[in-house]
């Protein structure tokens, strides 16, 4: 056997297998660049201050100060430079002129703790981008880079990139699952949490799936890979956060207008400043040019431009880490306000696996009879009633006859031909369109009960009738309980019966109900919401649903894994079928956009309380920069990182 582990990726980051980028390994914090540009022009900064204020050597000082310019400061001139020669004034030029005219102005200590307490906000800006795309690196480090794969009796080491479809990989006892792909032997309990935040570990056999990412607990596993690395469940959740976090929200592209006005507005009453009060009223020029060049860094919008990314990146890999898919701020944002929910029942609000409770011989033909043509028909159906009556039948024994010119018509029923004729299987509708009698008290008597019926019919008349009942999710109650607290409108959606339709949404305590639709009939009825109602939320499975999701303001798919479709389709994804998180997004919406709101109010009233103590020379340049852009930054930061705390 093989087991050397060979190394994969260069220092940049650079797959050696195949050339892709993975993730890049950082120097530890003591040997990052800019901390040791921090660390070097501080104590140089330090050094500059101690002779300026306790030695008459302040020429040296000044020299000092100059190098520390220098050392923090040559990037951000060489960038304000090129945005001058642009004609795009930025804030690095803005600190620039601040820097050189407080140098101008005998300030030198001043002007190099501009560039000093700038380069630091600079820092922070680029470790709140950094620890989102950390953010998105951890969710790819959870996929090993090596497959132990099996071949001709071997257990060979390679790299993920190099397994392909169809190979058949080991995953041993407390190791995590390379791809994603199909049990084929050996039993275990799978930790799926890293993929869909449940806290409980699933139970694995053959046959069933398997994805990249979870973690194998106590059984040994041979798994049959389905997808490459670049397509399993867990890369496309990487791609869809990554794609969520440069998307704009609404708030975000307002900040953006508002700080594309605001910095050359408070550039031109820094020019005012400068220029009227001398020209006017014969003030010294020097301290009137001193508070203009205040302004110009008050002008600097660094602050309110993150405050808003950096809470939606907070929110959104937050919801990641917690199996929950945003594909978008504006989506998080939209969650906050919203006034209908509206839930499909099956697979949502039921666990979309029903049962069959009831079979009725009717017209002269046994209960085995009844079993067996209904199973002939439905076992060409994908209908999730037709899966649960097959199931019954094979239970019992009951064998499948061939059948010739089967026709399926959607949301109706069946037609096929046995040996002994054509018989149907359908609802109440379908058996009114084709003319054939039914007992209609009967099927009352099941669909009072919440039970939703399938008629068997030989054409004249109804020859049995199969109930099934559809389990109720225990955490839908809650959900609609708490929706309902909220003073959120409850709406359910259906394709069963009025009286099903009715029994569900009393139990549930659900505000309105619709019955007996199409697919079409589906988006009809949101078209319709969306016109009553401003912000309109749907909850489906993300496959039968996909055209409902699409026209609501939000559309949330629930039970996405391994499920193209859902991810696909939806602009939220809840990985596991868990209604709880329904309520999870809410809150995370509520919570992070009361975070923008902080930070936008605070970054606002900073600058604006600043820009006016500048006009009395109350506030100095250091303290513009230390408490006006670095410090802010720094809050703004920490106030967005409260958001990760949401469970």
Known sequence: MEHKKEEHFTQAGVCTTCGKEGLAVKDPLWKQRGIITVVGAGVVFAVGLYLEIFTPHRWLAQALFLLVVILAGHGIIKRGVLSLLRGRLDMNFLMTIASAGAFLIGHGEEGAAVI????????LEDYAAERARRSVGELLSLAPETATLKKDHREVVVHVHQVRVGDVVVVKPGDRIPLDGVVVHGT?????APITGESMPVEKTQGDPVFA???????????????ESSETILSKIVRIVEQAEREKSPTEAFIDRFARYYTPAVVSLALLVMVLPPLIWGFPFSEWFYRALVLLVVACPCALAISTPVSMVSGIT????????????????????VRVVVFDKTGTLTEGSPEVTDVVPLEGYKREDVLRI?????????????DAIVARAEKEGIRAEDVRDFKSITGRGLIATLKEGTFYAGNRSFFKENNMSFQEDLLEGFEDEGKTVVLLGNGQRCIGVIALMDRIRPAAFDVIRSLKKNHIKTVMLTGDNERVARAIARRLGIDEYYSELLPEDKVSTIE??????????????GINDAPALARAHVGIAMGAIGSDVAINTADVVLMEDDLTRVDYLIKLSKKTMAVVKQN??????????FALLAFPGIVTLWLAVAVGDMGLSLAVILNALRIGKIR
């Open 213 to 227: 990412g979870t973690i194998n607990q106590e059984g040994y596993l041979e798994i049959r890979v389905t997808k």
């Open 600 to 609: 936008i109010i605070a970054s606002i009233t900073i600058k604006g309380s």
């Open 116 to 123: 000093f307490l700038f380069y630091i906000a600079e820092l």
């Open 528 to 541: 319709a919401l969306l016109k009553d109602h401003e912000h309109v939320v749907m909850i489906g499975d």
């Open 318 to 337: 937050s919801a990641a880490r917690c199996g929950v898919l945003i594909k978008g701020g504006s989506y998080l944002e939209e969650l906050r306000k």
């Open 188 to 192: 275990s309990s799978v930790n799926q």
């Open 374 to 386: 209904a199973l002939s028909l439905e076992a060409r159906s994908k209908h999730p009633l037709a």
